[in-house]
Nanobody, 131 residues
Framework: QVQLVESGGGLVQAGGSLRLSCAVAGTSLSTYAMGWFRQAPGKEREFVAAISWRSGTTYYAVSVKGRFTISRDNAKNTVALQMNSLKPEDTAVYYC????????????????????????RGQGTQVTVSS
């Protein structure tokens, strides 16, 4: 059974940084891309970033490009999201996800449709940015 376990969320002031980590347990997801999506209270889910497991190609939502960096460690089966210059509008629950690259990056520019689910996802970690 595959499990994605997130860590690293918390409370930070605007302009600060946080680093989220996601560990994959149960199996190696070497054929999957890994990424993050988020959901703020009362808002739809939105794609944040993704990385191809083999080539390391990265994808970012426009709202986070230049501020967030996604990386992965294949040997350790982990993926990280470095978040800099955080803004109050980044406040959300952040979820780690895994899926085929084409599917993981299908909705980079608009909210995830209701009922759409990635193949694997974690339980989420709260990120709160105060103004």
């Amino acid at each position: 059974q595959v499990q994605l376990v997130e860590s690293g969320g918390g409370l930070v002031q605007a302009g600060g940084s946080l680093r989220l980590s996601c560990a994959v347990a149960g199996t190696s997801l070497s054929t999957y891309a890994m990424g993050w999506f988020r959901q703020a209270p009362g808002k739809e889910r939105e794609f944040v970033a993704a990385i191809s497991w083999r080539s390391g190609t990265t994808y970012y939502a426009v709202s986070v490009k230049g501020r967030f960096t996604i990386s992965r460690d294949n040997a350790k089966n982990t993926v990280a999201l470095q978040m800099n210059s955080l803004k109050p509008e980044d406040t959300a629950v952040y979820y780690c996800a895994a899926d085929r690259e084409q599917r993981l990056t299908r909705y980079t520019d608009y909210p995830l449709p209701t009922g759409f689910e990635y193949d694997y996802r974690g339980q989420g970690t709260q990120v709160t940015v105060s103004s």
